[in-house]
């Protein structure tokens, strides 16, 4: 394979509203050549952003039952396969971890299309609770995941990466198991970016790397807004304030899904107790949370993960894949919007999301009889993405491994 001459062929399994192919896109020597997801509104944002004209399946990965069946989906051999099976059975985030999530088998399917297809490399990014989630009979997922790739030929390593290190602007780690066909461990991409408690850690090497984005660097120059405010498609009104905001902006002069949630006068004046600096506790009786469906009653449940203040000069937390209600912004008394999130996920804001902004529970759905409605909305798209930016890092990696192989290859024919 000559890369210079051609690029890398992509395939993007569980691509979702396209992040982890956007980075191999944004590392140049890659392109995506066939994306397949299952849901409506993710579809939509892949299509709506599909400049390079690859090819784009709507269909659940489940239907591809036959060998015969994927080598008619994909429009030509891939190089590379990337993608990142659901994983909520084994997230920290989530209430519980049920072994028998039947999401937990899906990397079978994804393990499936790479056994047909045989590429050089593939990468499944997951949530580190696949290494230490077990399966009904208590064996470990990660080493029946690594002893599936391992009995179709592939030499897998595990890499530990956290986005902050690769000019993201948010904690947020996560696990990818990268597999060679070539016999070789393909180890971890060097860091960029270090976070204020690796400085002492890293005994001078910090000086080589940049300082991890905050959350002021990243979205401190876009439109303020008040509750309810904002459009889908509006302009900006200054100019970039970093260098993170000017890459974000690119050459587009547009700003897209900057829309701010409707909140209660209540909850805006909970949100600027919370911007004066007070906890839940501390807030005043009658701005506190009450029970739905409770007649008035303060609730007691805990609101760990909601109700964060996104202060100006920290990495921002994990973006969550619902997490509309848990982010407060850092200076404004309302939730982050869509583009906000965006931002934080390090996705260029000519990147246009599709679907409702938000969504009810799948749950309220079904009570509803409109189980026919579940789609992603744009918070759960932007939560459940691989950061492009992160990916653009795995890419970079990927494409240097296969350069050092061209080049052992033709010293060895000398």
């Known amino acids: 394979m000559n890369q210079r001459k051609r690029k890398i062929k992509v395939l993007d399994l569980f691509a979702g509203a396209g992040g982890f192919g956007l980075g191999f896109s944004l590392a140049n020597n890659f392109k995506v050549v066939c994306s397949l997801e299952v849901d409506k509104w993710a579809v939509e944002t892949l299509q709506t952003n599909n400049h390079e004209k690859q090819k784009i399946i709507q269909d659940d990965i489940r239907n591809f039952k036959t060998d015969e069946q994927i080598l008619a989906a994909c429009p030509s051999k891939p190089d590379v396969i990337i993608g990142g099976p659901p994983c909520q059975g084994f997230s920290y985030a989530g209430p519980t971890k049920d072994p028998k999530d039947p999401r937990n088998s899906l990397f079978q399917n994804f393990a499936h299309w790479v056994d047909v297809l045989q590429p050089k490399v593939f990468i499944m990014e997951n949530v580190r609770g696949l290494l230490t989630g077990k399966n009904e009979k208590g064996e470990k997922v990660i080493q029946i995941v690594t002893s599936t790739f391992e009995s179709i030929g592939y030499t897998v390593r595990i890499w530990e990466l956290n986005a902050a290190n690769y000019g993201v602007p948010q ?217 492009p930016l992160l990916a653009k890092a795995v890419a970079s990696r990927i494409f240097s491994f296969l350069e050092e192989m061209v080049k052992k290859r033709k010293k060895s024919k000398k």
Do not use: C, W
Request: net charge positive; proline share 6%; glycine share 6%.
């Open 171 to 387: 904690n947020r780690e996560r696990i990818f198991i990268v597999g060679s066909k070539l016999g070789i461990e393909i180890s971890e991409p060097p860091i960029t970016h270090y976070l204020p408690a690796e400085r002492k850690m890293l005994n001078g090497k910090a000086k080589t790397l940049k300082q991890a984005i905050n959350v002021q660097k990243a979205i401190g120059d876009l439109p303020k807004l008040k509750a309810g405010e904002g459009d889908e498609v509006t302009e900006f009104k200054t100019k970039p304030k970093s260098e993170f905001q000017k890459l974000s902006r690119g050459t587009t002069k547009k700003l897209f899904n900057h829309v701010a949630m409707v909140h209660t006068k209540r909850v805006t004046e909970r949100y600027e107790h919370i911007l004066n600096g007070l906890t839940l506790e501390e807030i005043p009786e009658e701005f506190k949370v009450r029970r739905r469906n409770g007649n008035g009653e303060i609730s007691d449940s805990e609101y760990s993960s909601n109700y964060r203040h996104l202060k100006p000069e920290m990495i921002s937390y994990t973006i969550p894949a619902s997490f509309y209600s848990n982010f407060v912004h850092p200076k404004q008394p309302r939730n982050i919007t869509s583009r906000e999130a965006a931002r934080l996920q390090s996705f260029p804001d000519s990147y246009i999301f599709k679907g409702k902004r938000t969504q009810i529970s799948s749950k309220l759905l079904k009570q509803l009889g409109k189980e026919d409605e579940n789609f992603l909305s744009q918070y759960n798209q932007i939560g459940n993405a691989v950061p």
